[in-house]
């Protein structure tokens, strides 16, 4: 799938300003990009009041929360998150458990030399 440039932005944003989340519509009248691609640009980048500042504290505890009630169900885990997006919270599980491998290595390092 090809990224999205600049003017694709745009023009997904003005059309959506004036048909709202009618994507078949806006996506013939792109004529480039499908409904779906549209729709996913649309929820994962382009919303309003998407937060991309670094998650909080509060937000990784409730990802920890919901991932442990719903497991993999990014969609389901931002919901509880209305400013996060899936891809987002679903970064931010892979943080967590990446930071987390590198704590029980640094243990069982610590436990070896000691």
Request: glycine fraction near 6%.
């Amino acid at each position: 799938m090809e990224k999205w440039s600049f003017q694709e932005d745009t023009a997904l944003i003005d059309l959506y300003d004036v048909y709202g989340p009618k994507w078949v519509t806006i996506s013939r009248m792109l004529g480039i990009k499908s409904a779906h691609q549209c729709a996913e640009r649309w929820h994962s980048a382009l919303r309003p009041g998407i937060n991309e500042r670094s998650f909080t504290t509060f937000e990784h505890n409730t990802v920890r929360r919901l991932y442990g009630v719903y497991g993999p169900r990014w969609a389901r885990i931002s919901s509880g998150l209305p400013d996060r997006t899936r891809n987002m919270v679903k970064a931010s599980r892979e943080e967590m458990q990446a930071e987390e491998e590198r704590i029980r290595v640094r243990m069982s390092i610590t436990r070896l030399l000691n």
